[in-house]
């Protein structure tokens, strides 16, 4: 065997070294790390764990809010409560009992009252405007193949509540609903008006109320959330329903949720994430012709506003109360 000449293996050991030291520099930087996962893909992975924990954090609030702290006052009773709604009524009037569903009343900061409507109305003096609001990375939601996420594209949701001063029984909630959404890289112009045709996302995260919003607004070409809109022609609808293939034949596929398996119920109904198993969504389409074809468009914002008055379900998981019990 012949000797080995280390002179000039040098060269190459050093080559070596500087190769490693510049690798394991890369890893140090958010830039570097495109040359082993795509830059959008990284973008919307940061951006959805970095919701998750703000969602956390809100959800540790609400706790707090609702069960150990300011809650001075409680009483009442009721037939049909269900767990995750706090104002459904059922119905506007009393006369029968099995309508008298308990409801909650936060009018007083730092008092909760949970009684049927009449009861609360006795009260007097308790019109007030509760605010809730929602975000979610858009990445989260299911959306017809037409539409073109950004890594940060999100659903915003404000919706209030406001309740009447009034001593009569027979009186329900007004409610305002504001949804954004944006920016997308590309929307597609949707001109046949059916629930099912015009359907473009379905969202099981949190569950806006189901009515038509009839004022419709839009910006382009902004990464941030606009300040200002320009308004056009058209409506959205959000339905809360059970869609699928047999009922809604022609909706796109890609908005129907897959078959729920014993072992998604066992992994995600007790201790994980209750959207994946469930079988209602809420479908966002639009309702009437929108005057604006925003397929031309790039950085597209979407906003739609409704008022509507009634008996309506609101559950709040996904949901923060932002109007109540600042002390």
């Keep these: 065997m012949k000797n080995i000449n280390i002179k000039k293996l040098i060269p190459g050991i050093i080559s070596i070294v500087v ?3 510049m690798a394991l520099q890369s890893f140090a930087t958010d830039i570097d790390m495109e040359s082993f996962v795509r830059r959008d893909l990284h973008k919307q ?3 959805e764990l970095d919701w998750l924990i703000d969602d956390i954090e809100k959800s540790i609030e609400r706790l707090y809010k609702w069960t150990c702290t300011n ?13 995750t709604t706090i104002s459904y ?8 009992h099995w309508n008298m569903d308990p409801i909650i009343d936060l009018s007083e900061e730092g ?22 609001e929602a975000e979610l990375p858009a990445s989260l939601a299911l959306w017809r193949n037409e539409v073109e996420l950004y890594p940060t594209t999100k659903i915003k949701a404000k919706l209030t509540r406001t309740w009447p001063n009034t001593t009569s029984a027979s009186q329900s909630a007004t409610w305002t609903q504001e949804i954004i959404m944006g920016p997308f890289k590309k929307f597609p112009n949707i001109s046949t008006l059916t629930t099912q045709a015009s359907t473009f996302c379905s969202v099981t995260k949190f569950f806006p109320l189901s009515f038509d919003m009839a004022s419709v607004s839009y910006r ?9 809109w320009t308004s056009m022609t058209g409506s959205l609808t959000v339905l809360q329903t059970d869609k699928n293939t047999q009922s809604y034949s022609t909706i796109p596929r890609e908005l129907l949720r897959g078959v729920t398996t014993q072992a998604d119920i066992e992994d995600n109904f007790y201790r994980g994430d209750k959207s994946k198993i469930s079988t209602t969504a809420c479908y966002f389409y639009a ?3 929108w005057g604006t074809n925003l397929s031309n468009y790039d950085k597209v914002w979407i906003r739609a506003v ?16 932002t109007s109540w019990n600042k002390k």
């Design 19 to 21: 190769v490693i030291g």
């Design 45 to 47: 992975t940061y951006y």
């Design 71 to 83: 809650v001075v006052s409680f009483g009442g009773q009721g037939n049909y409560v269900n767990g």
């Design 89 to 96: 009524q059922r119905a506007s009037t009393q006369t029968y």
């Design 111 to 132: 008092y909760l009252r949970f009684n049927p409507a009449d009861a609360i109305n006795a009260f007097g003096n308790h019109s007030k405007a509760d605010v809730y």
């Design 220 to 228: 382009y070409g902004t990464e941030t959330e606009p300040t200002s």
């Design 287 to 289: 309702n009437t012709t």
């Design 306 to 321: 409704g008022t509507v008055s009634g008996t309506y379900e609101h559950k709040i998981d996904g949901w923060t109360l």
